[in-house]
Nanobody, 119 residues
Framework: VHLVESGGGLVQAGGSLRLSCAVS????????MAWYRQAPGKQRELVAT???????NYADVVKGRFSISRDNAKNAVYLQMNSLKPEDTAVYYC??????????????WGQGTQVTVSS
């Protein structure tokens, strides 16, 4: 199973970015898909989740600004980030709960994509 993230970059405060995470491999089903982030010197924190029923949850600090979505046909999850703030600067990781065909059910992580918001 491989997770490939894209869409990070440098943006000014108030700007927008859209992160993508594509899942590939011998997959039976995908359960909850999530985005985490880790800023320098801080612990990794949960940003948003979307389950197989499309129920979403968000960290309080991003509610109203970020939107998570998934495309089951493409085995992909997205994070639309609007009204970005300098404190959103971090490496963003996707994490996916996957039932694989041969290796059981596990959480898989992407390699991370850097998001930098300048003031």
């Amino acid at each position: 199973v491989h997770l490939v993230e894209s869409g990070g970059g440098l943006v000014q405060a108030g700007g927008s970015l859209r992160l993508s995470c594509a899942v590939s491999g011998l997959i039976s089903s995908i359960n909850t898909m999530a985005w985490y982030r880790q800023a320098p010197g801080k612990q990794r924190e949960l940003v948003a989740t979307v389950d197989s029923g499309l129920t979403t949850n968000y960290a309080d600090v991003v509610k109203g600004r970020f939107s998570i979505s998934r495309d089951n046909a493409k085995n992909a999850v997205y994070l639309q980030m609007n009204s970005l703030k300098p404190e959103d600067t971090a490496v963003y990781y996707c994490s996916v709960d996957i039932q694989t065909i041969f290796a059981g059910r596990n959480d898989y992580w992407g390699q991370g994509t850097q998001v930098t918001v300048s003031s």
